[in-house]
């Protein structure tokens, strides 16, 4: 989709000056879409950055883009439910509900996986260098479920374990674990259990439902590249959403009588000095928003790189999606400090 030249009000002209600059650090046909969230109201702006590299506003709080490891709060939310519905608890092991031993006899309980302490690698044996070389613009696939449980039964190896390792493979098993327990599919389960009772309907993770509402996603010389299909790992970040319905989410949230919520907001492990985990959120006394507590996650895929920050106590939010290739690394990240400024003087 390109840009259609549709201005979104409601932003302060600091705030249009800031998205727009930040476009501009990155290629043509870059597009950020932003939402600022309160409790009663939402607020959206996009950008698109054209050939004679200037900027346009665009529509598309509606579109849609891949949200990476964002993901990972909503797999973390479905667990938070069923915690609260008494259907597990957050220190089960999984193989409780795998039906199989882990290999040496692992224990990995489902908080551990939600908070990243199961000691597991960011990826599994074998997929890193898949991903250098074999599957380099798709790395994930061919892990599939057949590939995943082999790894359980066989090749697992926990590091560490009770200490902060960020795993994509935990998340993905959380997801995959969660999909056994509840004898249904993770795309069912995402939207009978949050998509349809907030009304997101530009959210799910098939993809060839959504094609023509998707923004299309850029390498890091701003050429189109290819999505991520995650495979049994769709519980780490397989989720295409618009910042129309994540505002949604975000606004859930901010109901301290809703259990689920409130259960994934407590602080589970400390990181460090200024960080913590709950379940799928990092919590982060943030120095730009002059240390408000605030509960976060970014995403980043080949073509897109987004972050979700929510400060619960004052009732405010923040979500920025762009088709800026996640693998960007540090560039990437001037699109989280954008986040963080917007919600500053919220």
């Not at 950020?32 to 698109?48: D, M, N, P, R, W």
């Not at 490891?69 to 667990?79: A, G, N, Q, W």
């Not at 006899?105 to 074998?126: D, Q």
């Not at 098993?173 to 998509?195: A, D, H, P, Q, V």
Request: positive net charge; charged residues 20%.
């Amino acid at each position: 989709m390109e840009c259609t030249g549709h201005k979104v009000e409601d932003f302060t002209e600091d705030d249009k000056n800031n998205i727009q600059e930040t476009a501009l650090k990155f290629p043509t046909h870059t597009q950020l879409s932003v939402a600022k969230i309160c409790e009663q109201s939402v607020h959206f702006y996009g950008t698109c950055v054209t050939g004679s590299k200037t900027t346009e506003p665009t529509d598309n709080a509606q579109c849609l883009f891949e949200i990476g490891s964002i993901t990972k709060v909503f797999t973390s939310h479905l667990l938070a439910q069923l915690v609260t519905e008494d259907k597990v608890n957050l220190d089960d092991p999984i193989d409780k509900y795998l039906g199989y031993s882990l290999n040496k006899n692992a224990v990995i309980t489902l908080r551990e996986l939600s908070n990243h302490t199961a000691g597991l690698p960011r990826l599994p044996l074998g997929m890193f260098w898949e991903a250098l070389f074999k599957n380099r613009h798709n790395p994930y696939k061919d892990f599939s479920t057949e590939r995943l449980e082999h790894y359980l039964k066989h090749a697992l190896k926990q590091k560490k374990r009770g200490k902060s390792r960020y795993s994509n493979l935990g998340a993905g098993l959380l997801g995959f674990t969660l999909s056994k327990i509840t004898n249904t599919n993770y795309e069912t389960m995402l939207k009978n259990r949050i998509f349809l009772p907030l009304n997101m309907h530009q959210s799910s993770t098939q993809r060839d439902t959504l094609q023509g509402q998707i923004v299309k996603g850029r390498n890091k010389k701003g050429l189109e590249t290819s999505h991520w299909d995650l495979a049994s790992l769709e519980g780490a970040g397989a989720i295409l959403s618009s910042v129309s319905d994540l505002a949604k989410f975000v606004q859930a949230g901010f109901n301290k009588n809703n259990k689920a919520h409130a259960l994934q907001h407590r602080p589970t492990v400390k990181l460090n000095d200024f960080e913590q985990m709950g379940l799928g959120w990092v919590i982060r006394k943030h120095k730009i928003t002059e240390n408000r507590s605030l509960h976060w996650h970014n995403g980043g895929t080949g073509g897109y790189y987004s972050i979700m920050v929510t400060d619960i106590e004052h009732k405010t939010g923040v979500v920025i999606l762009s088709n800026v290739s996640g693998l960007f690394l540090m560039k990437a990240e001037n699109i989280a400090h954008l986040a963080f400024n917007i919600l500053k003087d919220m």
